[in-house]
């Protein structure tokens, strides 16, 4: 199961706070995470994220699961940019990204995935006028929090397939039912969400999801 | 009430169903068939899944091609693969992902898809992560989330396939117990007791259509 970004429930002050105003909270975080250059100023940054965590009682076995996803990310990319760019540019990067996936999986351990939707469609509201259709973008950003858990689950069962082949070492043997996996899983849900009354606006001709049984 | 008026249809130059004339009053009808019999097709035009290349489906005397998502608000379909169909985190929200569009608040929302994983035996699964929910509890959860819209139909198109033989009767049972017109796909024919009508179709065609018994002989005899 994917460590990153699933809601973890719970009563804390994170849990309770608006998705509207958390959501933009994790962007002022991101830009001033882009915009400080200061090792010593990012570093405050990600003492205030780590702080979110405390305050969020997140269980300690999430943030170890999250760590041991995210250090080794973060040791690949200084390790690359120390070389490349020297040890001041590389610690920059690496806090910089730390603080962005932390403040990211700190909003979506403590929110909803119906919640950001419902925020983003409120956000949007105003935008209508101009063509956007808010619960599109919405339903877009559910879709796409749930099919990283998704993917990942298809990619884990693929891999287990390989390896019972004896063929985890070839890149077809993992790509290819990957994708065919993928692309059946996507025609499918298109069905379950026309099914759902998805893409129905106030009665036009149907949409046809031809498949055969 | 379902019709089918000589519907057919095709996938370029393959004859999926062919000349297929029902009118199902029924509570509680099965298609059953071979695997690319045709049968899921056919289960598939009753909610305008698939619109029919000739002849036409009404359900309740609207039609699927002209007015599809009328008719999708009467009829609710369940498949095959639960997972493939849940589409939010946790089982919550997957129900009140339904009734998104029923314009009711979000706090709503929850309090009523709290209520209908009560009912089906998913209480205390609505902060649970849909996708480690067991194979049965995920086609229940499949399942409410089509009864949280309260539909008059519900196809269902082989769900017990993916069960074991506990879940498959348990899945069963509820589906005996709905207030909702059932048509069900299936290959498990000891499933069927209580079912007043069985459609066998073969090669897109209806061959047998009778109450259980004499229906299913003449799909066993079909398969040899």
Known sequence: MNPLGLYEPGTGPLHRAAAGPKLVGVMVVVTLAVVLGEPAALAVLCAVVAVGYAVAWVPPRRVWRLLRTALPLLALIFAVQALLLGPLPATTATLRLAVAIGVATLFTLTTRVDAVVTAVERGLRPLRRFGVRPERVGLLVGLTVAAVGTLAGIAAEVRAAARARGAERSVVAFAAPFLVRTLRHADRLGEALTARGWGDEPDEPGVSAARRG | ?224
């Not at chain 2, 129900?95 to 209908?116: K, P, Y």
């Open chain 2, 1 to 224: 009430m379902i019709e089918f008026d000589g519907v057919g249809h095709r996938y370029g130059d393959r004859v999926v169903l062919a000349d297929v004339t029902l009118r199902l009053p029924q509570k509680r009808v099965a298609f059953v068939g071979a695997n690319g019999s045709g049968k899921s097709t056919l289960a598939r035009t009753i909610n305008g899944l698939v619109l029919p290349t000739s002849g036409r489906v009404l359900v309740d005397g609207v039609d699927t091609a002209r007015r599809g998502a009328q008719v999708r608000r009467r009829v609710g379909f369940v498949f095959t693969d639960p997972d493939s169909q849940i589409v939010m985190p946790t089982a919550g929200e997957d129900v009140a992902f339904s009734l998104r569009r029923a314009g009711l608040s979000r706090a709503e929302r929850a309090r009523r898809a709290g209520e209908v994983l009560a009912e089906h035996g998913l209480a205390g699964y609505a902060d649970h992560p849909a996708h480690q929910l067991s194979g049965g509890q995920k086609q229940l959860l499949a399942l409410c989330g089509m009864l949280a819209l309260d539909p008059d139909v519900l196809v269902c198109d082989e769900p017990t396939t993916l069960l074991d033989l506990r879940n498959k009767r348990r899945f069963v049972d509820l589906l005996a117990g709905l207030r909702q017109q059932v048509v069900l796909v299936t290959h498990d024919l000891d499933l069927l007791d209580g079912f007043e009508r069985v459609v066998v179709v073969d090669g897109g065609r209806v061959v047998a259509d009778d109450e259980p018994a004499p229906a299913l002989r003449h799909y066993r005899a079909l398969a040899g």
